[in-house]
């Protein structure tokens, strides 16, 4: 069984903190992605990485940066946290292009 | 350019009903996939089936149903003898080959009363 997990599932923070999100895949997945869901907005894609270290934009990177040092780690980070990034983030993972992603629980994150 | 339509925002059914999801796409490629996704009240998106566009046979998967018609662009769910722990926003979505993107509907939330 695929297991996608994250740093948490609630976080609040305030304006202007530098924040993490942490995700973890433990089925040897080439690609990782990070996305943000918010009501009538659908998913969208913040970025996604194809290899450790490798990195691409998604359709919406601004205020966002992204690590990938190990391959069963992807690292979402907001450097100053705005209340306009208030939403839900999932991480997901794919064996390779155009297979099935699998998603993370979901983080819940409040900005103040 | 891709795109997924999933005209139906919400569809209330009373336990044991069948109820159809429409998905309906848009691609120029020839070879693409498509998904299926279940994301529950507890918000976790969990991957359903994969579908690739050679493959049109319809699959079934206990009382889960799917049908891909080419020649309509759709691919629709379906869900038969519903029960209440199948209330969810299901999503559809679409991949070219080789592509990273996947392309989601805008999902279709399905609350089953009891």
């Known amino acids: 069984d695929v297991k996608v997990t994250q740093s948490s599932r609630y976080l609040v923070k305030r304006t202007g903190e530098k924040v993490f999100l942490e995700c973890v895949q433990d089925?040897?997945?080439?690609?990782m992605f990070w996305y943000r869901q918010d009501p009538g907005l659908g998913l969208r894609l913040i970025y996604f990485s194809y290899d450790v270290k490798m990195k691409e934009k998604g359709d919406i990177p601004e205020g966002y940066s992204v690590s990938r040092e190990k391959k069963e780690r992807f690292s979402l980070i907001l450097e100053s946290a705005s209340t306009n990034q208030t939403s839900m983030y999932l991480c997901?993972?794919?064996?390779?292009?155009?297979?099935?992603?699998?998603f993370g629980p979901g983080t819940r994150l409040t900005v103040t | 350019a891709q795109k997924v339509t999933q005209a139906q925002t919400e569809i209330s059914v009373v336990e044991k009903e069948d109820v159809t999801l429409d998905c309906v796409y848009e691609t120029r490629d020839t070879t693409y996939y498509l998904f299926w996704y279940k994301q529950p009240p507890s918000g976790e998106l969990v991957f359903l089936i994969r579908r690739n566009s050679f493959d049109e046979q319809n699959e079934i998967s206990g009382r889960y149903s799917w049908n891909f018609q080419k020649s309509t662009s759709s691919f629709n769910f379906t869900i038969t003898a519903s029960q209440v722990v199948d209330s969810a926003v299901y999503f559809c979505?679409?991949?070219?080959?080789?592509?990273?993107?996947?392309?989601f509907g805008a999902g279709t939330t399905v609350t089953v009363r009891a």
């Open positions: 979505a679409l991949s070219a080959s080789n592509d990273y993107k996947l392309s």
């Open positions: 997901a993972s794919s064996l390779s292009f155009s297979y099935e992603q699998y």
């Open positions: 089925m040897d997945h080439e690609n």
